[in-house]
């Protein structure tokens, strides 16, 4: 048996340990401390249930019960032909208050290779539409969001390939970004697809961009979730709460994913600045 078989032996029994109840159980959603900024990362399969139905407005009422005040989707879009977007976007704006971040390209897209941010009181900075290196078409977006309350956002809204190799490369791509953006606390949000935690993750390599990467939550498959596929990484870590995954019988049913969250603390992102700034002056 190979050193993945292990692993993933290891955190399957770990979460068989760990059992929740079933699906439907009257059970509350992990909460996190509460910051200045909720933020939240849902891959919605096509809004495909895990019964096999196509219902938006799930998906919708999921994002309405996280209550973000930044959230990034993935798989908000068709995959082939004209990616068509799959969400009422109308619906979720007045339901939620969440406005999207607007790209180019297909003019019935949501997002970008399927990525969409959505986002409550603000204004959008910019915004840069990334193709990631790969075998597969994969993507993610690069915005600034100006906060109503003051200050601002970097987010990185990604979804990494199915192939390690292909993910190393993402990865790469993503940390010369990363190493540039410590003007202004930036967050790395998505299904990043990758399960490992040991040498052989290709996550390790943001380690030498962002150092220590926080504990992973895991939230796939969603009904009885196993693997840490999605997750939310800070330039900042003192800034980030611990992630946490929104789990609802709803959220159980909407996609084959679980939503994360985190809250950021902008404070504490002003604190690292302070400290950077003094290490550099000595």
């Known amino acids: 048996m190979d050193r993945l078989d292990i692993t993933l032996r290891t955190t399957l029994l770990r979460r068989i340990r760990q059992k929740r109840g079933p699906a439907g159980a009257n059970f509350k959603p992990d909460s996190v401390a509460r910051g200045d900024l909720l933020v939240a990362s849902y891959n919605v399969h096509k809004c495909v249930g895990t019964d096999g139905r196509f219902d938006p ?10 209550g973000a005040d930044v959230i990034a989707l993935q798989e908000a879009d068709k995959r082939f ?22 790209v180019l390209g297909r003019a019935k897209a949501h997002g ?13 900075r910019t915004v ?7 075998l597969e078409p994969r993507g993610a977006i690069l915005t600034e969001i ?14 990494f390939g199915l192939l390690r ?20 606390p930036t967050l790395l949000m998505g299904d990043l697809n990758e399960w490992r935690v040991n040498d052989r993750s290709a996550l390790n390599l943001l380690e030498t961009a962002l150092g220590r990467l926080p ?22 870590q003192a800034a980030l709460s611990p ?9 159980r049913l909407a996609s084959d994913h679980l939503p994360i969250k985190a809250s950021v603390t902008l404070a504490a992102a002003a604190n690292h600045d302070l400290a950077s700034d003094t290490r550099e002056a000595a």
Not at 112 to 124: C, E, K
Not at 128 to 134: A, E, K, N
Not at 243 to 251: I, N, Q, R
């Open 57 to 66: 407005a799930r998906i919708v009422q999921v994002i309405r019960e996280i």
């Open 215 to 236: 504990a992973t939550a895991p939230s796939f498959p969603s009904r009885f979730p196993l693997l840490a596929l999605d997750r939310i990484i800070a330039n900042r």
């Open 165 to 184: 190799r292909s993910r190393t490369r993402q990865v790469d791509m993503i940390c010369d970004i990363m190493r540039d953006s410590h003007d202004i």
């Open 81 to 102: 032909g004209e990616r068509d977007g799959l969400l009422d976007l109308d619906r979720l704006e007045r339901e939620t208050g969440l406005a999207r971040v607007p």
């Open 112 to 124: 970008w290779h399927g990525n969409v941010v959505l986002f409550r009181r603000g204004s959008v």
């Open 146 to 159: 100006e906060l109503e309350g003051g200050g601002a956002v970097r987010i990185i809204a990604a979804h």
């Open 243 to 251: 992630v946490a995954v929104h789990d609802t019988p709803l959220a």
């Open 128 to 134: 840069r539409q990334i193709s990631l290196p790969g």
